[in-house]
């Protein structure tokens, strides 16, 4: 019985991994035409704390949100103080917070409650230190849900800004 | 004995009714109108074929507006033998057709000829004079949209809506990885073609007012800009705006020679009109709540449009170079998506209460909401060219949930889907055409 709840922990824990990983949505959805994102790809070690990995992972690289908010919650400023931090040390990565909303919502309305909450993270990420000209935001509105069920389990996760990184030397 | 007499004259009038010719659109009580469409005559052999095809396809049309409703041609006394032989009206009378429509059909090569006559067989006349169309035999559905446009227009006394067509988000794939395409249609679901791949997440095209262009939302840089797309090149151009300024929710102008949309600049979005020839574009909301979805009003002098300023999603009206709004919307739940009816008696709209969407209709002032659908998922309505039928996105819920096009009166019958292959959302219909 002890076994069998283990294995279950683990294959759920697998699972959630699963899920929650393909942010960029494989080849031909959003990944291919967002920003050059490097949080799906982009190797590195989850125990190096200089690699996306590392950011992606042990410190988490997206806030969610209530029904209809852009408030960022209590846990929401620990990852991203936490994102700030890591963006101040690893000065040579540039960042697209990208909003979304669950389905509960029109098309145009959703594209502009996801605007409002990356720029939520994006003001917090400022004025926790890390230069405006190295964030952006986007908004893909309802488009791209990282979970499909129609209930609050899956829209709770649906409701998120993701802080995705990108590699580039700083122009301008 | 006064109710008696008035239940008499009602029914003498409605005795009335049933027998002229014609079908009062604003009557919502209105009974199908008994119609006989013997096969068109083909003229030549070459014509046997098609015009089977197009007197079958004309009885789709009328009776798919719920408007009509066919004498089947195995009841018909009369067989009609020649396109201008006499009517036998009496046998028409006795199958109960109140319409009778004839046509014949000419091919010469790819060339197609197409008479046809209308009849009201209870008042023994013809109904309008008899039309000659000509076009191409692979453009034998548009021959028949343009004879059943006629026919519902003579009857019916506004215009038609068949001979148009609708462009749309063709979708696939799983709801977390939804491939997205442009694609235009009939307005009955038939001729897809794709106007873009699915490479980018396309949204909510909106056809120009005379058929010829397409505004639509791309993210084919990862963020959401509008592109112009020219219907007969296919050829693209990106809507100039300033940079690091995100822009979404496109209309033209009734000239076509504008667009009013949204532009999110940081967490803001309001609303902005650019005039398409000189890049110049003018600011017309500036509210730090969100202000998304305008449409003009067919005159041009008024945009009705969405804003949470009051907390909650909600439909405003303001002056078409912005000013005060007024709000319209004042029933329990959130308000999204309106637009002006061609005619502008109306706002069609989405509503959102209670976990339910509807898609319903107002009077400019707000008053007389009607709510036409009910569903998990409705939205973004879409006028026919006449102001008659709604076209919208309908989506269904969980892991497998797909979407697909529906139609509804805007008296709230004949709600049906629109028959095409595979997902579909976000119609925009176009005009009538030429």
Known sequence: ?172 | MFKKLMTLLFVVLLGTQAYALEIDLRNPQVEPLPIAVPAFQAENAAAQQVAADISRLVVQDLTGTGLFREIPPNAFISQVSSFTQPIAYPDWRAVNAQGLITGAVTVNGNQLVVKFRLYDVFAGTELGQGQQLVGTVDGWRRMAHKVADAAYSRITGEGGYFDSRVVFVSESGPKDNRQKRLAVMDYDGANVQFLTDSSAIVLAPRFSPNGDRVLYTSFESGFPRINVLNVANVGRQQLATAPGEMAFSPRFSRDGRQVIYSLANGGNTDIYRTDLASGQHVRLTSAPSIETAPSLSPDGSQIVFESDRSGTQQLYIMPANGGEARRISFGEGRYGTPVWSPRGDLVAFTKQNAGRFHIGVMRTDGSEERLLTSSFLDEGPTWSPNGRVIMFSRETQGAGGTSAMYSVDISGRNLKAVPIQGGASDPSWGPLQP
């Not at chain 1, 949505?25 to 200089?50: E, I, W």
């Open chain 1, 1 to 172: 019985m002890k076994m069998m709840t283990r294995a279950t922990v683990l294959l759920l824990a697998l699972a959630t991994a699963a899920c929650t990983n393909p942010d960029r949505f494989g080849g031909g959805g959003a990944g291919a035409d967002g920003a050059n994102g490097v949080n799906g790809g982009l190797a590195g070690s989850a125990s190096d704390p200089t690699s996306p990995q590392f950011f992606n992972q042990t410190i988490g690289d997206r806030v969610l949100f209530a029904v209809d908010t852009s408030t960022i919650t209590p846990e929401g400023k620990t990852i991203l103080d936490g994102q700030a931090q890591w963006l101040l040390t690893n000065a040579d990565y540039r960042a697209v917070v990208e909003g979304h909303a669950d389905e509960q919502g029109t098309r145009e309305y959703n594209i502009a409650l996801g605007f409002r909450r990356a720029n939520a993270v994006r003001e917090y990420l400022v004025s926790r230190g890390v230069p405006s000209g190295r964030l952006e935001v986007t908004s893909y509105g309802k488009e791209r849900p990282i979970e499909v069920c129609s209930q609050e389990s899956c829209y709770a996760k649906n409701r998120r800004a993701v802080t995705v990184l990108s590699f580039s030397a700083i122009t301008s």
